[in-house]
């Protein structure tokens, strides 16, 4: 279960959707975050701790720590891994009770990546959080990912980021499909690109021998084939619901963003499956 521990970033991605989706279910104090944590036990025995980027909290340690003692099985951090270049704050953090580190990087090339988090420099640091986590990860029991999310920006970068890490060790992957705010008007993909880069993401998986999960997509701009590495899963809304939140309403917002076309009524996972972004639609 996903605890929204705060909105703060220390990037300005463009393609961020938490901001406007999670503003309502985000801790807003020490106090919310140990609610939040105690009452996600009830739910899960994994946690998963995310932002914003909840390194930048000063109390991080103590909801890790408070995790621990709550006897988590699991206790996950998703971050951009910038303030993880900081060797002995990733070892602190790891030594805490972390042991599932994910790191969001949107491109190896590090002008595509600051152009997208808006943040020069952002790429140095979160590639040397990168290099500090797969270090730790011979020494100690974590397990360590690198979330993708497929934009118009990034897309052409995508198969040379899975492998160029892939080359420093990282055999784990979540590629992510962009979610489109309504009336954003966003520079998306368009359906024919996206098929045609999961295409070639099959391919990179294959080749390299990594794995890579395929987040959200329609099942219908997926590979024809999947490959032996590659798989698919639906848009993860396993969120934890502050007290006080308005889950459903979230929620709803979320399912706002797809519509059904004329081709979803003869489809097979036409009863399992959202639909399309509109955004992709343009309406
Ligand atoms: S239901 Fe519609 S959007 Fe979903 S896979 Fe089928 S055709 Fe694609």
Known sequence: MDVTLTLMCNNRCSICARRDYLSMIACRSKKDMARAVRAARHHSDNIVLSGGEATLLKNLKDVVLLCRALKFTHIGLISNGRLLKNMPFAVELADSGIDDFAISLHSFDEEVHDEMTRRPG???????????????SEQ????????????????????????????????????????????????????????????????????????????????????????????????????????????????????????????????????????????????
């Open 140 to 283: 100690r029991a974590i397990s360590f990912r690198i979330n993708l999310v497929l934009a118009k920006a990034n897309a052409e970068t995508i198969p040379c980021t899975i492998r160029r890490l892939s080359h420093w060790g990282v055999n784990n992957f979540i590629l992510a499909e962009q979610i489109i705010l309504a009336g954003k008007n966003q520079n998306t993909l368009s359906l024919e690109e996206i098929r045609m880069r999961l295409e070639a993401v099959n391919d990179i998986a294959l080749e390299e021998g990594v794995t890579i999960r395929l987040r959200g997509f329609a099942p219908c701009l997926m590979p024809g084939k999947i490959k032996k590495f590659l798989s698919h899963e639906p848009h993860n809304v396993n969120t934890f619901e502050k007290p006080g939140a308005k889950k459903n309403a979230y929620l709803r917002s979320f399912q706002n963003i797809f519509t059904k076309t004329d081709e979803c009524r003869g489809c097979h996972h036409n009863a399992t499956c959202p639909g399309l972004q509109k955004g992709y639609l343009h309406i």
């Open 122 to 136: 952002s790429a140095r640091e979160s590639k040397k959080g990168v290099r500090n986590l797969l270090k730790l």
